[in-house]
């Protein structure tokens, strides 16, 4: 074990609040493709801005429902890795001590949900998730019901069916994840910023295209004193200020690190 990753078993070892900040890289080990590499066949001919917009919801929503249910499928698709399974397995550990360990993604998949993470903070939102497009309450969806499916080729978009909002009767119901020029979702980032604050390590995984606001908030934890470890296969504007850099991938890094406590 080279000595950078012993002082980091040791700071996992120590650490009784945790937060692990995670980006696509923990998700494209899986084999969720980005927004970007989503974008093959009928969808390469988008902007990602024709698809990713309320003015593109409005003007235009079967194609942009059909985008995102057609990716929520490929979640489907997918497992979470063996780094989704230690975090959800360390959030065990340190809650069985009265210690805590918060999850925040940019993620809109579920995966580290299926890994066994719970109250995930999700500061892009959810592909799994819906709600009004005029008043924001939450509503239910099932995309599988909708016939698309994981490995379905497009050449057009296809009808998803209108669905009302419960509550207002007026507003549809939209995908809850943070459109451009959307804020972050204010609970999940406030909670995330709260939780960086009181953090002893921070851990920030496959994170190497993350975004502002977002991409601030291991500074935050660094400037409270918390000790910082990445983990991307390539250094990033990050590694210098981490207190360990690791040049590896989560599903690889993370068991090993964690080797004494999943
Ligand atoms: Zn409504």
């Known amino acids: 074990m080279s000595s950078h990753i012993q002082r980091a078993t040791e700071l996992v070892a120590e650490a009784e609040s945790v937060v692990v900040l995670t980006g696509a890289g923990m998700s494209a080990e899986s084999g969720v493709p980005t927004f970007r590499d989503a974008q093959t066949g009928l969808w390469q001919r988008f902007a990602p801005e024709q698809l990713a917009t309320e003015e593109a919801f409005r003007a235009n929503p079967s194609m942009v429902w059909t985008w995102y249910v057609w990716r929520a499928m490929l979640v489907d698709s997918v497992d979470p890795n063996a780094g989704h399974h230690a975090i959800g397995t360390w959030q065990q550990h340190l809650a069985a001590r009265d210690g805590s360990l918060t999850v925040a993604t940019q993620n809109v998949d579920d995966l580290h949900e299926r890994g066994g993470a719970q109250d995930v903070l999700h500061l892009h939102g959810s592909l799994h998730s819906y709600r009004c497009l ?9 995309p599988a019901s909708t016939g698309i499916t994981a490995d379905q080729d497009f050449d057009h978009e296809t009808f998803v069916p209108t669905v009302h909002c419960d509550h207002c009767e007026l507003g549809v ?5 943070v459109w451009f020029g959307e804020s972050l979702p204010e609970q999940a980032f406030a909670a995330a910023v709260s939780a960086l604050q009181q953090a002893q390590l921070v851990v920030v995984v496959g994170s190497s295209g993350l975004v502002q606001p977002a991409a601030s908030l291991p500074l935050i934890a660094h400037e409270a004193g918390a000790s910082l470890i990445e983990i991307n296969p390539a250094a990033t504007t990050l590694s210098d200020t981490a207190d360990i850099y690791i040049p590896s991938t989560a599903a690889v890094a993370l068991p090993e690190l964690l080797a004494d406590i999943v």
Not at 173 to 177: E, T
């Open 134 to 142: 005029e008043c924001g309450t939450p509503g239910t969806f099932d």
């Open 173 to 177: 119901l939209r995908p809850n994840v």
